[in-house]
């Protein structure tokens, strides 16, 4: 497997720490790749910037005190603005396991002064490595070797940890339409439909406020161990599957679930709306006592439902839709956290679909489209139930 490649920034007057890192990282399994390489001459630097964050895994930047200022009153030293401009672009691409900000303190011949560069303040929760450098002396008599050493391993570390979700970050072609104002590079966590634990994880933190669910006909055990989201009256869940007692629909989605039995379908909507409203109780117990009867819809197009028996009704605000449209995906919204699933084409059961995640941190863009303009589409075209 080819080693992680590591971007390496400096100030031009402390390219020997560059320098330094790049003859080094190597025999510690990192693959360097130097900001002197990574801006050719000719090309806009914003530009290089954008394809330097896409081919790597990572970066190290050397913030070293190189410009005097006088910052409220106060005379202090400064790294390159430009470096920390740089350092930004990196840790929102790669996150503050992939990059390592290494500030070297100076310290003249008579260590009369040491000198340190004074870092943004939103930079002080960051963990970053202190190195005394004293003028005069050669890197190899400090302790850059250790910090890279450690640095290196953390990155491999991370590397492991994301490959385990099946992820990579091998360079891809991709960054040459970054610029592009209508594009958004996604950050997701994919995985098997049959392997896929965290949206369950998700809807049991105590707190959790919105979710919203759209499905074809069947909710997937996800309900239980969620008494204090069902407790907490400020809580609000909305689930909208498609209209199973439509005869016309349901045939239409039969032609894709061959095995599927007349009536079928209208009982897993039954059945979903049953095991949503029962949470955490026993659902095949609950299931012979809770009764779900679901009438044609009256004029404003609300379907009627009559639910009987149920012990521990949610004090949450449950909303249930019922769409005349015919669903083509899944999707599961846990506060700022969403999970699509594209219903699969083929007529077998397996193998199961994969499940793609949207951070609304990460990903804004993405996480409102589906939000708004699909999930709330479907919702407002859809029958309350």
Known sequence: MEHPRIFLASSKEEIRFVKYAEQHLPNLGLNPISWTSSFPGGEFTLESLYAAVQNTEGAIFFLTPDDFAKVRGQEVWLPRDNLIFEAGMFLAAHGRKRVALIVPSKVSKEESEQVKAKLPTDLAGLTYAGLVCKEGKDLAETELLTVLSETAAMM??????????????????????????????????????????????????????????????????????????????????????????????????????????????????????????????????????????????????????????????????????????????????????????????????????????????????????????????????????
């Open 156 to 385: 491999k570390e991370a590397r492991q940890q994301y490959s385990e979700f099946g992820l990579s970050y091998q360079p891809t072609k991709l960054h040459k339409f970054l610029p592009d104002e209508r594009l958004e590079l996604v950050h997701s966590l994919v995985g098997s439909w049959d392997q896929f634990g965290a949206i369950a994880a998700l809807m049991q933190d105590p707190s959790v406020h919105e979710i919203d669910i759209l499905v074809a006909y069947r909710v997937i055990d996800v309900f239980r161990s969620m008494r204090k989201f069902r407790s907490n009256p400020k809580a609000r869940l909305r689930l909208c599957m498609a209209d199973m007692m439509d005869r016309h629909l349901s045939a239409i989605y039969r032609r894709k679930y061959v095995d599927r039995k007349e009536g079928y379908l209208e009982e897993a909507v039954r059945d979903s709306i049953r095991h949503v409203l029962i949470g955490e109780s026993d659902p095949k117990e609950a299931g012979k006592i809770v009764l779900v009867d679901l009438k044609p819809p009256t004029q404003d197009r609300r379907r009627e439902v009559r639910i009987g028996n149920l012990v521990d009704p949610p004090k949450a605000n449950y909303e249930i839709y019922l769409s005349p449209q015919r669903i083509t995906f899944s999707y599961y919204r846990i506060d700022d956290i969403s999970f699509v699933i594209p219903l699969d084409m083929k007529s077998g059961k397996g193998p199961a679909p994969y499940v793609w995640t949207i951070s609304k941190e990460r990903n804004p863009r993405l996480f409102e489209y589906y939000l708004q303009t699909e999930y709330e589409a479907v919702i407002r075209s859809a029958k309350t139930v």
